[in-house]
């Protein structure tokens, strides 16, 4: 869904902005050496850091100051986060499909755990991804 709507609403965009187009191109470029080190920053950082720190300000900071809002609250709450992600316009839908159910589960029980960790283990997947597509191309 996110390529779809990537290539039919965001086409207008340069082709430099495009951090997945070409990703393998790294591997040919770059040291296997230097690649491992930049995934093992990318895990500690968007792997384990940004999810932790995003869901510490989204679910635990934000959420209980716009529960005025009831029942919409979650939904308030997860369309800003993926806004917040605006370096990645074309996955806007999806992360909201993925995340509501998680939000509300998080201010249903208010307790931000099961929405670190489901964000925790979606980023760590993108990360080993990462990591598999380096090791296959090189």
């Known amino acids: 869904m996110d390529l779809s709507l990537k290539e039919s609403l965001f086409s207008w965009l340069p082709g430099w902005l495009d951090i997945f187009n070409g990703i393998t191109e790294g591997t040919t470029r770059y040291s296997r050496a230097a690649l491992l080190v930049a995934v093992a920053f990318g895990l500690i950082v968007d792997g384990i850091a940004a999810p932790v720190v995003e869901e510490m300000y989204f679910r635990g900071y934000l959420l209980p100051r716009i529960s005025r809002l009831g029942a919409w609250a979650p939904l308030v709450n997860t369309v800003l ?7 990645s316009p074309f996955g806007f839908v999806s992360r909201i499909i993925t995340f509501l159910p ?5 201010w249903w029980k208010r307790s931000i755990y099961v929405s670190m960790a489901v964000h925790l283990l979606g980023n760590l997947a993108g990360v080993v991804g990462t990591l598999f597509v ?3 191309a090189g």
């Open 102 to 106: 998680t939000v509300y589960v998080a």
């Open 81 to 87: 986060f993926s806004l917040y992600h605006f370096f």
């Open 134 to 136: 380096f090791l296959a």
